[in-house]
């Protein structure tokens, strides 16, 4: 039997709550009929993320994680919906009341490079959010940046260096000190080693594990590759076309995934042969979608992955499928998911 697919709302160990959440961008109407166009980014998303857990957000480019991620922390502003963060609900908050919540919640930008401004040094980078929210005078922020250099592997040596003095793994490091400075109890981290060398994205993710269990963080982690989210991740979020399709704990989603586009996403991982496994056991099949992720402007009828699904039937062009919550925590968007939703 499911449940309610929205978030509870008397769990206190629930740091993060989003309940119907929405995004949409008005776009220039047709020149013809003057109609105005509507980009839905994010369509009805709900999730709630615990103190101390990983949840990962992953899906294909263009399905609307980064904007969810930035609507979280309100860096954008929902259409619709509901945000609670740490039991207060952000919805609605000004920029002067969201200002004592904005310690709290940090985000860990996808291009290091980008997100830090080459004029500035990289120790007055790191110093600008403790200057915003007046931590201390200025021999007292400068001791806290060299204590956050040092707690991301960087040393005191760096604080007068450009960002351009730096390796890209080194800028990224710059821009983890950044998010932890004000001592946030969430970090959304916006596929923070997609930029990266394959080299250096285990050190960095190494380094976010390290600071979870020294700091008690708690992270939303989005990214698009899967080995990466299984990596770090306690809870995995699967996004199409600005929704949720499936959402469960992290071995029971790549045991056994419940929805089409999931099962499709995970047979693209490559699958490493390391000696230990049974060489009888049989070879997963690649799965190859076909036709185009559809226009979000111009969303189909029914489930939004009907017209790639190998498995869509007449129902699936004609009803939205809902996501079901079941009291196991799992949870799938789809009319005839592929295992027990249980």
Do not use: W
Request: glycine share 8%.
């Amino acid at each position: 039997m499911t449940t309610d697919p929205r978030p509870r709302t008397d769990d206190p160990g629930v740091l993060l709550r989003a309940t119907d959440v929405t995004k949409h961008y008005a776009l220039r109407g047709d020149s013809l009929t003057r109609r105005r166009k509507v980009l839905r980014a994010v369509d009805g998303v709900s999730l709630e993320v615990r103190g101390g857990e990983t949840l990962g957000i992953v899906g294909e480019s263009g399905c609307g994680k980064s904007t969810l991620g930035r609507c979280l922390v309100r860096l954008t502003d929902i259409t619709g919906g509901r945000v609670e963060f740490d039991g207060q609900d952000i919805t609605t908050l000004s920029a002067r009341r969201l200002r004592p919540v904005r310690p709290g919640m940090q985000l860990v930008f996808q291009d290091p490079q980008a997100s830090l401004n080459p004029r500035r040094r990289a120790g007055d980078i790191v110093a600008e959010p403790l200057l915003i929210h007046r931590y201390g005078d200025s021999a007292a922020v400068r001791r806290r940046v060299a204590e956050l250099f040092d707690v991301v592997g960087l040393s005191a040596a760096h604080l007068d260096r450009y960002p351009h003095e730096f390796s890209g793994g080194q800028r990224q490091r710059i821009g983890i000190a950044r998010a932890l400075a004000t001592s946030p109890k969430l970090i959304v981290a916006d596929e923070p080693v997609s930029a990266l060398d394959v080299s250096i994205q285990a050190q960095v993710l190494n380094l976010f594990a390290d600071l979870q269990d020294e700091f008690g963080l708690t992270y939303v982690f989005i990214a698009h590759d899967l080995g990466v989210v299984r990596h770090v991740s306690d809870r995995i979020a699967v996004m199409y076309l600005g929704e949720i399709v499936e959402l469960a704990d992290t071995e029971t989603l790549y045991g056994a995934p419940a929805h089409p586009y999931t099962e499709a996403l995970m047979s693209a991982v490559p699958e490493i042969d390391d000696g230990t496994g049974d060489p009888q056991a049989p070879r997963r099949e690649r799965i190859v979608l076909t036709g185009d992720v559809p226009d979000p402007v111009a969303r189909p009828a029914g489930c939004a992955f009907h017209t790639r699904c190998p498995y869509a039937r007449e129902l699936c062009a004609v009803e939205r499928p809902r996501l079901a919550v079941t009291p196991s925590g799992r949870a799938v968007a789809c009319h005839y998911p592929l295992v027990a939703a249980g």
